[in-house]
Structures are given as structure tokens and as C-alpha cells.
């Protein structure tokens, strides 16, 4: 294979078109989009039209006249296109770990007498420390940990919920969410599924599978900007069973009837807490209609080659100098980034940055790699190796500036 081989595969790839719609600054080769997506062309002018004419002109009549109002379930909506799910089962509301916890607490509520959160030990902190922080609050409720291996053996009468991140943040290794839930309901559980680094990069069917609950990030794949709102799904059968635990207006069957006392919006409006984010909203919008026009099916399959692409030239390339992958080699069994692990991953990975290769690091050894199929080229993985392999052979990462730790890694 030859980059003139890699070139002509760019030269044929269906969503080619979609990388001019994203601001890539000229010499980066961005493999971070799995951390924080790329800023996509459309995004400034919306925002400028949401603050200075919806904002700034209208005002307050732009809650109803710009459907500021509906945005969560309209968004919502648009994001349930994206992962095999109803329109009505998604909402976009919070972060990510604000609906981890209403999720887990509606859960356990929805499972009376049975208390365990069933999860994985090294799942996402920010899962395991929720999951922590339910169990602190309520005395019966345990968080049980059961490595991968051995975890559908571990869900037994008492296990509620099931907490499992889709894609492992770390290793990329990718759960058969099919097979998980149904195992899970075998057993009478529940299973909450956390999408953050699926969505947008590898194809999800939550009704397919039976899922129940699910979470997902807005600012990853998605593209939605830092700290953009997060999404929560609910199958629709299970809505009625299940109360949020955040019972703010915004959840409430008439918000604007200003009544003292709670009582639930019907469906999963009632997962709504305080007043929706617009600024964030509006961006996270244009991301979400972005990968609403790209085939799912065509996205998948240029994930998987990009990143076969990437294991198969590091291997090459970069063989004997101390890099061991750290994911899945079974392209069905992994998501979109890569994990390779070398004794001094930190300061390689601060070199490869300052040379345009935007990666992150992962502690304790962990380059990791994240191929976003909307904008990344074959030629793109092919080069980044390049540099891999430069920086590797001219140990150039052993320079002093590269080894402090900066606050964010
Ligand atoms: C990125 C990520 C999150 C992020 O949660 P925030 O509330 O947005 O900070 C949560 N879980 C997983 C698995 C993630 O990858």
C-alpha cells in the first residue's frame, strides 16, 4: 500500500464533502475529535443570529417565537436519528454526568427491592463516581463492580441497573449491546447505556437492541462545542415507570401554570430540570444536522478503516519502538479512536501536538487517537504515523518542555 493507494481511497470516499463543512486550522492533523469535536463552518453565524437577533432583538418572545421552548425535544428528537431510537425517547438536557445521575436514581426506582448498580471497574470516572455519589445518598443502594470478562455471570436478582459505557473511553473496546441487555433482562435489570464515544462515529440501534436508558455527550462526535448540553434516552414503554429525582419546573406537567406542588410532565419531558441552555443548544443543533445528513451505515464503515488503517501502519512503521495497541484488533469490536501505550506516553504524545498531531493522553500510558470519519482523510491517519514514527526514532519527545503535565491532559 502506497500513500497513492491511501489518496485514491480519499479521492472515492462517500463523505469526502462532509470535511469542508468543519474549520480544521492548516498543518493540524486533529485525532481528538472523540474529546472535543471540530467547530463546524455553520456553527459561528448561528450563534451570532441566536444572540444578536433572537437574543438581542427579540428577547423574551424568542422563547415562543424561536421555539427557544421546544429546543430540548426538538434537538432531542434529531439526536434519536442518530442512534435507533423514537423521536419522543430523547431529550437533551444537562451534562452528561447530571443524567447519569437521574438516570441511575429513576432506575433503582423503576426496579423496587433489587439495590446494586452493576458496573465495570475503569469505566468512565465521572460513571463510577455518580454511581458513587447514588449510592452515598441512598443507605440500601450498593455500586457493584464486575470486570467484562465475568460481568453478564455478576447480574443477579439484586442488580437494578446496569451502568455501562459503550465505547470504553481508554481502550475503544465496544460492548454487543444486543446481547448485553438482553442478557440483562434475562435477569430482570435494567441496562443505562453511556454513548459518549459512540455516537456520531459508530452505528447505534437502542430500539433494536431493547435498550431502556441511555446518555451522550454533545461536545464529542457530535460536534456541539465545549461543554455542550449532553442527551438522555428513555425507551418509551419504560417513561411512565420512571421519576427524575431532579424534580425542577422545567420537568413539571405545567411549568408556566406556577403551581406549588410537583407533578411529573408526561413522557420524558419530566427528565427536564432547570431552563434549557440555548446558546449551547442552538450550536449543538448544527452538529447534530451535520451527522443527520451522513449515512450511519457509510460513517461506521470509514471508521473502521480509518482506524484498521492506523493499527496496520503503526505496526508497520512504528514496529520496535515501544508502542503496544491497547484496543480492540476486531474492527466490530471497538469505536472510533485507538489506544497504543508506551512508557513515556505523556511527553510523545505533547511532542506529536507540537508538531500538528492533536491526540490526547491518557494516564498512566496511553496515546490515544480519535478518528472522527466526517472530517478525517485516510491521508490523515497515514501522516499522523509519519510523525509518530519521526518523533519515536529522533527521540525528539525526550526534550525537558514536553515533560511537565498540563492542568488538562
Ligand atoms: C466524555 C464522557 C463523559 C462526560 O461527562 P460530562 O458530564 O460531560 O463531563 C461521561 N461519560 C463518558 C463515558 C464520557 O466519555
Same mark, same amino acid.
Given at each position: 500500500?502506497?500513500?497513492?493507494?491511501?489518496?485514491?481511497?480519499? !479521492?472515492?470516499?462517500?463523505?469526502?464533502? @462532509?470535511?469542508?463543512?468543519?474549520?480544521?486550522?492548516?498543518?493540524?492533523? %486533529?485525532?481528538?475529535?472523540?474529546?472535543?469535536?471540530?467547530?463546524?463552518?455553520?456553527?459561528?453565524?448561528?450563534?451570532?443570529?441566536?444572540?444578536? #437577533?433572537?437574543?438581542?432583538?427579540?428577547?423574551?418572545?424568542?422563547?415562543?417565537?424561536?421555539?427557544?421552548?421546544?429546543?430540548?425535544?426538538?434537538?432531542?428528537?434529531?439526536?434519536?436519528?442518530?442512534?435507533?431510537?423514537?423521536?419522543?425517547?430523547?431529550?437533551? !438536557?444537562?451534562?452528561?454526568?447530571?443524567?447519569?445521575?437521574?438516570?441511575?436514581?429513576?432506575?433503582?426506582?423503576?426496579?423496587?427491592?433489587?439495590?446494586?448498580?452493576?458496573?465495570?471497574?475503569?469505566?468512565?470516572?465521572?460513571?463510577? %463516581?455518580?454511581?458513587?455519589?447514588?449510592?452515598?445518598?441512598?443507605?440500601?443502594?450498593?455500586?457493584?463492580?464486575?470486570?467484562?470478562?465475568?460481568?453478564?455471570?455478576?447480574?443477579?436478582?439484586?442488580?437494578?441497573?446496569?451502568?455501562?459505557?459503550?465505547?470504553?473511553?481508554?481502550?475503544?473496546?465496544? /460492548?454487543?449491546?444486543?446481547? &448485553?441487555?438482553?442478557?440483562?433482562?434475562? #435477569?430482570?435489570?435494567?441496562?443505562?447505556?453511556?454513548?459518549?464515544?459512540?455516537?456520531?462515529?459508530?452505528?447505534?440501534?437502542?430500539?433494536?437492541?431493547?435498550?431502556?436508558?441511555?446518555?451522550?455527550?454533545?461536545?464529542?462526535?457530535?460536534?456541539?462545542?465545549?461543554?455542550?448540553?449532553? /442527551?438522555? /434516552?428513555?425507551?418509551?414503554?419504560?417513561?411512565?415507570?420512571?421519576?427524575?429525582?431532579?424534580?425542577?419546573?422545567?420537568?413539571? !406537567?405545567?411549568?408556566?401554570?406556577?403551581?406549588?406542588? %410537583?407533578?411529573?410532565?408526561?413522557?420524558?419531558?419530566? @427528565?427536564?430540570?432547570?431552563?434549557?441552555?440555548?446558546?449551547?443548544?442552538?450550536?449543538?443543533?448544527?452538529?447534530?444536522?451535520?451527522?443527520?445528513?451522513?449515512?450511519?451505515?457509510?460513517?461506521?464503515?470509514?471508521?473502521?478503516?480509518?482506524?484498521?488503517?492506523?493499527?496496520?501502519?503503526?505496526?508497520?512503521?512504528?514496529?520496535?519502538?515501544?508502542?503496544?495497541? !491497547?484496543?480492540?484488533?476486531?474492527?466490530?469490536?471497538?469505536?472510533?479512536?485507538?489506544?497504543?501505550?508506551?512508557?513515556?506516553?505523556?511527553?510523545?504524545?505533547?511532542?506529536?501536538?507540537?508538531?500538528?498531531?492533536?491526540?490526547?493522553?491518557?494516564?498512566?500510558?496511553?496515546?490515544? /487517537?480519535?478518528?472522527?470519519?466526517?472530517?478525517?482523510?485516510?491521508?490523515?491517519?497515514?501522516?499522523?504515523?509519519?510523525?509518530?514514527?519521526? &518523533?519515536?526514532?529522533?527521540?525528539?519527545?525526550?526534550?525537558?518542555? %514536553?515533560?511537565?503535565?498540563?492542568?488538562?491532559?
Amino acid at each position: 500500500m502506497t500513500l497513492d493507494d491511501i489518496q485514491r481511497r480519499d !479521492a472515492t470516499d462517500p463523505l469526502a464533502g @462532509f470535511r469542508s463543512e468543519f474549520t480544521l486550522p492548516e498543518g493540524v492533523i %486533529y485525532l481528538d475529535g472523540n474529546s472535543l469535536g471540530a467547530l463546524p463552518r455553520a456553527t459561528a453565524a448561528r450563534l451570532a443570529d441566536t444572540v444578536t #437577533r433572537e437574543w438581542g432583538q427579540d428577547l423574551i418572545r424568542s422563547w415562543n417565537t424561536a421555539d427557544w421552548i421546544g429546543a430540548p425535544q426538538r434537538v432531542g428528537g434529531k439526536i434519536a436519528g442518530l442512534i435507533g431510537a423514537q423521536a419522543d425517547e430523547v431529550v437533551v !438536557a444537562d451534562s452528561t454526568s447530571v443524567n447519569l445521575f437521574k438516570l441511575l436514581a429513576a432506575g433503582l426506582k423503576a426496579r423496587p427491592g433489587r439495590t446494586v448498580i452493576l458496573t465495570e471497574p475503569g469505566n468512565f470516572p465521572t460513571d463510577l %463516581y455518580v454511581a458513587q455519589g447514588v449510592q452515598a445518598l441512598l443507605p440500601d443502594v450498593t455500586v457493584r463492580t464486575a470486570p467484562r470478562e465475568t460481568l453478564l455471570e455478576a447480574i443477579d436478582d439484586d442488580v437494578a441497573v446496569v451502568m455501562l459505557t459503550h465505547v470504553h473511553y481508554k481502550s475503544g473496546a465496544r /460492548f454487543d449491546m444486543a446481547a &448485553v441487555t438482553a442478557a440483562a433482562h434475562a #435477569r430482570g435489570a435494567l441496562v443505562l447505556w453511556d454513548l459518549s464515544h459512540s455516537v456520531g462515529a459508530v452505528e447505534i440501534d437502542l430500539n433494536g437492541a431493547g435498550a431502556d436508558l441511555a446518555v451522550g455527550c454533545g461536545y464529542k462526535y457530535l460536534n456541539g462545542g465545549p461543554g455542550a448540553p449532553a /442527551f438522555l /434516552f428513555a425507551a418509551r414503554a419504560l417513561q411512565a415507570d420512571l421519576a427524575s429525582p431532579l424534580t425542577g419546573w422545567m420537568g413539571h !406537567a405545567a411549568p408556566f401554570a406556577f403551581g406549588d406542588d %410537583y407533578a411529573p410532565a408526561p413522557g420524558l419531558d419530566r @427528565f427536564l430540570c432547570g431552563t434549557p441552555p440555548i446558546l449551547g443548544v442552538a450550536a449543538l443543533e448544527i452538529g447534530v444536522e451535520i451527522a443527520l445528513r451522513a449515512d450511519m451505515a457509510q460513517v461506521a464503515e470509514k471508521s473502521r478503516q480509518l482506524t484498521a488503517l492506523f493499527i496496520d501502519r503503526v505496526e508497520d512503521r512504528c514496529a520496535g519502538l515501544g508502542l503496544t495497541l !491497547a484496543s480492540p484488533r476486531a474492527p466490530e469490536q471497538r469505536g472510533s479512536h485507538i489506544a497504543f501505550t508506551h512508557e513515556a506516553a505523556y511527553p510523545v504524545m505533547q511532542a506529536l501536538i507540537a508538531r500538528g498531531v492533536i491526540g490526547d493522553f491518557r494516564a498512566p500510558d496511553i496515546l490515544r /487517537f480519535g478518528f472522527t470519519p466526517l472530517y478525517l482523510r485516510h491521508e490523515d491517519a497515514w501522516n499522523a504515523v509519519e510523525i509518530l514514527r519521526e &518523533v519515536l526514532v529522533s527521540e525528539a519527545w525526550r526534550e525537558p518542555a %514536553y515533560q511537565v503535565r498540563a492542568a488538562v491532559t
